[in-house]
């Protein structure tokens, strides 16, 4: 706690000086906290707190839906960040956040050694720099470089934009429809003088807007671990937009190469969702679909790189062990058909209300694909600027899928939030 408090308050310290050598004032908008350096730099600085509320009944210790005692507990996030805008086209960004806890994103109240505070060393969730410019080709492009976060298309198959990854991102744009990004991402290190057992991505993006509202896309991701043998390909193809009210988004990702040695790389996943706006009500359909293995190799099993995020169910999907085997696997060896209506009721007060069907892919010990079915729901309220107070609320009834002791989970969750 001592050294996380050091750090803001040696932050800020640093940053008030600056403004005060300089005592230069730039017109600002309100909405922003900024401070502005000689020239032509300008500092902002940026940050969000994050108190959470939840109860959970029968998740069991291994995070399967058995038979539990209930669970409550508080926890807490903190986000604090600078942005030095050098010149128009030299930018870097630097965003702590408090350190990890149990749930990867977040310390629980009381934790041991911290005195009943939720604070921890803290990570730098972001630290890049970039450089922009038209010299190089007579067209917008630039060199972005360190850890920032990352994600591809509809994030069925690749997702670090919680907390980011290592890379190198060169961009164009040579025309104001289309930018081409490539990357080259670290997602493991391993032992920095042993070649071989780092994991490295290389990406490809095309990004096409062929009228304001409606976009496609197509990136390819080539991962290479020697010392596993991965040599492992995912290419897919992203649309979404708005067509006359009728919003829409759809993805394919296809998979292959070799995920190890002597195994090969058969997965594939396929998203698609509509929604369609009559104020204050929007409906929604969508539908997921992630293959799994039917032998037990593993070949066909469609793989995910995603972090500790909600996409789809605030209990499946989000608290409990999947159909893939493990948590957090997005669509993996998972279906989802999906209902849901959101309702603006007034210009701050939202809800939400979603029921899914959800059933394994496979199951490679020959048993029942049922998986079950959840219902959430959530509210969200802007108690006043920046300031939101939301609550969550899922029951999933656990399919055969999970043998016949499974038992209904209930999650409850409820949180605000305070961004500046």
Do not use: C
């Not at 209930?70 to 870097?92: F, M, Q």
């Not at 990352?150 to 907390?163: A, E």
């Amino acid at each position: 706690m001592k050294k996380f408090l050091a750090i803001i308050l040696g932050t800020i310290f640093v940053l008030s000086f600056a403004a005060t050598a300089f005592a230069i004032h730039a017109e600002i908008p309100s909405e922003t906290q900024a401070v502005v350096a000689k020239g032509t730099t300008q500092i902002t600085i940026d940050g969000e707190l994050r108190v959470r509320g939840w109860y959970t009944k029968n998740i069991d210790a291994d995070g399967f839906p058995a038979e539990s005692s209930s669970h409550a507990w508080y926890d807490e996030r903190i986000r604090l960040a600078v942005d030095a805008k050098v010149t128009p086209n030299v930018e870097g960004y630097v965003q702590l956040e408090s350190g990890t806890g149990p749930r990867g994103d977040a310390y629980v109240w009381g934790t041991p050694g911290f005195n009943s505070f939720p604070g921890a060393t803290p990570q730098f969730l972001q630290a890049w720099m970039m450089y922009s410019g038209q010299g190089l080709f007579g067209f917008p492009s630039g060199l972005k470089i360190g850890h920032m976060p990352l994600y591809l298309g509809q994030k069925q198959f690749f997702d670090h934009s919680k907390f980011g990854d290592d890379a190198i991102v060169f961009f164009m744009v040579p025309t104001k429809e289309l930018e081409i990004d490539l990357l080259t991402i670290k997602f493991l290190e391993g032992n920095k003088l042993v070649n071989g057992d780092d994991l490295d991505g290389y990406v490809g993006i095309l990004t096409y807007k062929w009228d304001p509202k409606n976009t496609v896309g197509l990136n390819y991701t080539y991962l290479n671990q020697s010392s596993s043998g991965m040599k492992e390909s995912n290419i897919e193809v992203v649309a979404n937009g708005d067509v006359s009210g009728l919003t829409y988004k759809a993805s394919l990702d296809l998979q292959f190469g070799d995920k190890a040695d002597g195994v090969k790389a058969k997965g594939y996943g396929l998203g698609l969702g509509l929604g369609y706006r009559f104020d204050p009500v929007n409906l929604r359909a969508s539908f997921a679909y992630g293959s799994g293995d039917s032998d037990g190799t593993g070949e066909k099993s469609f793989d995910t790189f995603l972090g500790g995020d909600q996409y789809y169910t605030l209990v499946y999907d989000y608290n409990v062990v999947t159909a893939a085997g493990a948590l957090h696997t997005g669509i993996s060896n998972t279906t989802y058909y999906n209902l849901g209506v959101d309702f603006m009721a007034t210009k701050d007060l939202t809800a939400s209300l979603d029921g899914y069907l959800i059933r394994a892919s496979k199951n490679f010990t020959g048993g029942d694909k049922d998986a079950g079915w959840e219902a959430d729901a959530k509210v969200k309220y802007n108690v006043a600027k920046n300031l939101a107070y939301q609550v969550d609320a899922g029951y999933f009834k656990a399919g055969d899928f999970y043998g016949p002791d499974n038992k209904g989970v209930t999650v409850l969750r409820h949180m605000i939030t305070l961004s500046f």
